[in-house]
């Protein structure tokens, strides 16, 4: 997909629809294999490669949420003048990702990592001149938080005297070890979006395109963040009862600021930000409680939330596009004339509420 995006960031614009059946078709391929690699139930790592059942599990998360961003910008997106760049931006993006959930190699994982915050910062950057300020505070909160990752990458080369996910199961023992821990949970903690690392996501909601805003901070990033943190408390790190509570304290804390910040908002765009924010806690809670039920549930939500807040933000993208604004004010009586989004922006909504089914 990333020599894919190469071409399709070469397609001038003045080609129509091209660029777009490319990705479409690139995505549909990398999803349907997603499926297919999923159900082969492979386990086995290398020193480059680690692929299992949480990898492979993210794998799918990654390509549908590709899938259905690229179909949703096909008609959001008609006629802009960077086309060519976003289709490229998403490929390499998805590319990135992809990369991330099957290294095995710390540097390798650092590597898609990185490359990550330089695709997000391009695609938020595409918003115009007004989401340069928003994209270059992106950039400076997720790319310090990458620095850390680094750092604790070097800690634990100096504990373990190995780069291989596979080889780490450190006992945290004294004050390296724990500085190992808190270098790899800001990294996990900012591309996820928790407190005290998301001010970054209500920043970029109003000024980025749609699609990116639903693609990245409601979906991919999720994934990402929640899989290093899955990652660490289950194959890097063993159980540390100090630690484990301080996930404990910064999932519940999340949880409920985030949502009081959410109760004051005026625009839909950073209420679905804010409510994006809070999910994580869920997440963070699930994994620190440290027995499989949690973990599972931690994981289960990690998708359960991406989907619905992907289609909450893709919804009302659609809104702010028919009425230009998304100001929760000048905003109402619009079911009888988008009643398609209308029923998506129930289902989500009853979704987040935990209404059964």
């Avoid at 297919?36 to 480059?48: D, E, G």
């Avoid at 800690?155 to 724990?178: E, H, N």
Wanted: hydrophobic share 55%; aromatic share 14%; proline share 3%.
């Amino acid at each position: 997909s990333f020599i894919i995006g190469i071409i399709c960031r070469i397609i001038p614009d003045r080609v129509k629809f091209l660029k777009e059946l490319i990705t479409l078709l690139t995505t549909l391929f990398l999803f349907i294999f997603s499926i297919i690699f999923f159900n082969q139930k492979l386990s086995f790592s290398t020193n480059f490669f680690l692929v299992d059942s949480l990898s492979c599990f993210v794998f799918i998360g990654i390509t549908f949420f590709g899938l259905i961003i690229t179909i949703y910008s096909m008609v959001y997106m008609k006629g802009r003048e960077f086309l060519n760049r976003y289709y490229a931006y998403i490929l390499w993006t998805l590319s990135s990702a992809i990369g991330s959930v099957f290294s095995n190699n710390l540097i390798l994982f650092s590597f898609f990592w990185g490359f990550l915050g330089i695709t997000l910062y391009l695609l938020v950057n595409l918003g115009g001149e007004e989401a340069s300020l928003p994209a270059k505070k992106t950039f400076i909160i997720v790319g310090g938080s990458d620095s850390f990752l680094i750092l604790g990458i070097a800690i634990l080369w100096i504990l373990k005297k190995s780069f291989l996910i596979t080889d780490m199961g450190l006992d945290i023992t004294d004050g390296l070890g724990i500085s190992a821990f808190l270098c790899l949970l800001v990294a996990s903690l900012a591309k996820a979006g928790a407190m005290p690392f998301h001010t970054w996501i209500p920043e970029i909601s109003q000024k980025a395109p749609t699609p990116v805003m639903a693609f990245l901070p409601a979906s991919l990033d999720k994934l990402l963040g929640i899989y290093l943190l899955s990652r660490m408390c289950m194959d890097i790190f063993h159980f540390h009862a100090g630690l484990w509570f301080l996930l404990r304290f910064i999932g519940a804390f999340t949880i409920v600021a985030a949502v009081m910040m959410a109760l004051i908002q005026h625009n839909m765009m950073k209420l679905l930000s804010y409510h994006a924010v809070s999910q994580v806690g869920y997440m963070v809670l699930g994994i620190a409680t440290a027995n499989p039920i949690g973990i599972a549930g931690g994981l289960f939500h990690m998708i359960n939330n991406a989907i619905y807040k992907c289609a909450l933000f893709l919804g009302a993208g659609s809104v702010e596009k028919e009425v230009g604004t998304s100001e929760l004010e000048n905003l109402g009586g619009l079911g009888k004339f988008m009643p398609f989004t209308f029923i998506t922006f129930l289902l989500s909504s009853l979704a987040i509420s935990g209404v059964p089914p």
